[in-house]
């Protein structure tokens, strides 16, 4: 499978690939510590831990600001980076650093976090080798942003953008929803996507493409520590053009039990590979799951307008934003709307009660998505002018950066809420 990173044409012709937003680039896994002189400085800093892109950092903050430091690590080895708060004036910080210097080792980095607005100051202080200095006050997803591109490398490629899709209820939906979008990413945007089929005992991702690969998600996370980037394209089966699969095994031979982040070192591999990594996330609570939705670039909810989807979706969307109280609210699809003599919540009012985002609408049809699942098609290959492709292309657009999307199709039948719902919405 060729790299997005790569320069080589395809052989036949067809229009450039639109762009999509990347991924958003994890801190490696390092040690950060923080030497602080106020109390709210520390809090600032502690508060950077809960964003996504820290998710493998361990941070410590202490009391003492640079002298702290100074005498810390006279006896202590210095971590990867050293964060420390300064109330000195300007003409005492770069004496105060060289004091640090003399006890860091040499790969170990520095920001600063001053109280001056001082651009001479800020010049001496990234020629004498600190690697940042940010002005207090700041926020966190500053410190966060600056952290990242200190570790990420100046010139580092871009990486793919992850997006999943889970359902609020079993049945509901969330892997022909993923399936489809994904479709519509790789025909609409011609961006090559990749399946991963996170549910190993009952994925559907080689039904629904008509695939049956010997290999899969299953041997890489088998290979655990040992996958590369040339063992994950050898696994990988091509669907269609620009979409390709990491399917589940599907088999009920053994359990399949994971640490939290057992999937971590796959995700990475597979962002720098293609532009959108497509996670097919079962439904089901574990400790990898709750970690996968917590790392993402975007998080899709699909759901049927019923009241025990309703609940599912709601503690879901809560659960999701507070482990994400940095980024934006999950994402909300309606399915299977316009089921017969079922009374139906209107999308909108379940958007309301979730408090999500509705970025689709998608009617029931028997007759066209029982054809596409027992052909192993997409519904834009069994019915291209059917309306529903515009609802999958819309998502498609959303969730990969292009555009904003509103709710598409008409809600369906009105069914109050229960009161303690509407206390919570």
């Given at each position: 499978?060729?790299?997005?990173?790569?320069?080589?044409?395809?052989?036949?012709?067809?229009?450039p690939?639109?762009?999509?937003?990347?991924?958003?680039?994890?801190?490696?896994?390092?040690?950060?510590?923080?030497?602080?002189?106020?109390?709210?400085?520390?809090?600032?800093?502690?508060?950077?831990?809960?964003?996504?892109?820290?998710?493998?950092?361990?941070?410590?903050?202490?009391?003492?600001?640079?002298?702290?430091?100074?005498?810390?690590?006279?006896?202590?080895?210095?971590?990867?980076?050293?964060?420390?708060?300064?109330?000195?004036?300007?003409?005492?910080?770069?004496?105060?650093?060289?004091?640090?210097?003399e006890?860091?080792?040499?790969?170990?980095?520095?920001?600063?976090?001053?109280?001056?607005?001082?651009?001479?100051?800020?010049?001496?202080?990234?020629?004498?080798?600190?690697?940042?200095?940010?002005?207090?006050?700041?926020?966190g997803?500053?410190i966060?942003?600056?952290?990242?591109?200190?570790?990420?490398?100046?010139?580092?490629?871009?990486?793919?953008?992850?997006?999943?899709?889970?359902?609020?209820?079993?049945?509901?939906?969330?892997?022909?929803?993923?399936?489809n979008?994904?479709?519509?990413?790789?025909?609409?945007?011609?961006?090559d996507?990749?399946?991963?089929?996170?549910?190993?005992?009952?994925g559907t991702?080689?039904?629904?493409?008509?695939?049956?690969?010997?290999?899969?998600v299953?041997?890489?996370?088998?290979?655990?520590?040992?996958?590369?980037?040339?063992?994950?394209?050898?696994?990988?089966?091509?669907?269609?053009?620009?979409i390709?699969?990491?399917?589940?095994?599907?088999?009920?031979?053994?359990?399949?039990d994971?640490?939290e982040?057992?999937?971590?070192?796959?995700?990475?591999?597979?962002?720098?590979?293609?532009?959108?990594?497509?996670?097919?996330?079962?439904?089901?609570?574990?400790?990898w799951?709750r970690?996968?939705?917590?790392?993402?670039?975007?998080?899709?909810?699909?759901?049927?307008?019923?009241?025990?989807?309703?609940?599912?979706?709601?503690?879901?969307?809560?659960?999701?934003?507070?482990?994400r109280?940095?980024?934006?609210?999950?994402?909300?699809?309606?399915?299977?709307?316009?089921?017969?003599?079922?009374?139906?919540?209107?999308g909108?009012?379940?958007?309301?009660?979730?408090?999500?985002?509705?970025?689709?609408?998608?009617?029931?049809?028997?007759?066209?998505?029982?054809?596409?699942?027992n052909?192993?098609q997409?519904?834009?290959e069994?019915?291209?002018?059917n309306?529903?492709?515009e609802?999958?292309?819309?998502?498609?657009?959303?969730?990969?950066?292009?555009?904003?999307?509103?709710?598409?199709?008409?809600?369906?039948?009105?069914?109050?809420?229960?009161?303690?719902?509407?206390k919570?919405?």
């Amino acid at each position: 499978m060729k790299s997005f990173l790569t320069s080589d044409q395809p052989a036949v012709t067809e229009e450039p690939a639109a762009e999509i937003a990347s991924g958003a680039r994890l801190v490696p896994r390092i040690t950060i510590q923080a030497f602080c002189e106020h109390s709210q400085t520390a809090q600032l800093v502690e508060s950077a831990v809960h964003d996504r892109r820290m998710s493998k950092v361990a941070l410590t903050t202490h009391n003492g600001g640079i002298d702290g430091a100074v005498e810390t690590y006279k006896s202590n080895p210095t971590p990867n980076l050293i964060i420390v708060e300064t109330n000195l004036p300007p003409e005492d910080v770069p004496q105060a650093m060289e004091r640090l210097a003399e006890v860091c080792d040499a790969t170990t980095r520095v920001i600063v976090l001053g109280h001056v607005n001082d651009v001479q100051l800020y010049r001496e202080l990234i020629r004498s080798g600190i690697s940042e200095y940010i002005v207090l006050p700041t926020t966190g997803p500053q410190i966060v942003s600056a952290i990242t591109e200190l570790f990420a490398g100046e010139g580092a490629a871009p990486i793919g953008r992850t997006i999943g899709f889970v359902s609020a209820k079993g049945g509901a939906g969330g892997s022909t929803v993923a399936h489809n979008v994904a479709w519509a990413i790789a025909t609409v945007l011609r961006q090559d996507c990749l399946i991963l089929d996170m549910d190993l005992a009952f994925g559907t991702a080689g039904l629904n493409f008509n695939q049956d690969p010997p290999h899969g998600v299953a041997d890489a996370l088998v290979a655990s520590q040992k996958v590369d980037q040339t063992m994950l394209d050898r696994l990988m089966s091509k669907a269609a053009n620009h979409i390709n699969l990491l399917t589940a095994p599907a088999t009920l031979d053994r359990t399949w039990d994971f640490e939290e982040r057992e999937f971590e070192q796959i995700l990475e591999i597979c962002q720098k590979s293609v532009p959108a990594v497509i996670l097919d996330i079962p439904h089901s609570w574990n400790a990898w799951v709750r970690h996968t939705l917590s790392t993402i670039d975007e998080v899709v909810i699909v759901a049927e307008p019923d009241l025990a989807n309703l609940r599912n979706a709601k503690n879901l969307a809560d659960t999701i934003k507070a482990l994400r109280p940095t980024e934006a609210a999950p994402h909300l699809v309606i399915n299977k709307q316009g089921l017969p003599r079922r009374p139906e919540i209107a999308g909108t009012e379940f958007a309301s009660s979730v408090e999500c985002g509705l970025i689709g609408q998608i009617g029931f049809d028997a007759a066209l998505f029982g054809t596409a699942a027992n052909n192993g098609q997409m519904i834009a290959e069994v019915a291209a002018n059917n309306k529903v492709n515009e609802v999958y292309r819309a998502i498609g657009m959303h969730v990969t950066g292009r555009q904003p999307t509103h709710g598409a199709g008409k809600p369906a039948g009105l069914m109050k809420l229960p009161s303690f719902l509407k206390k919570r919405a």
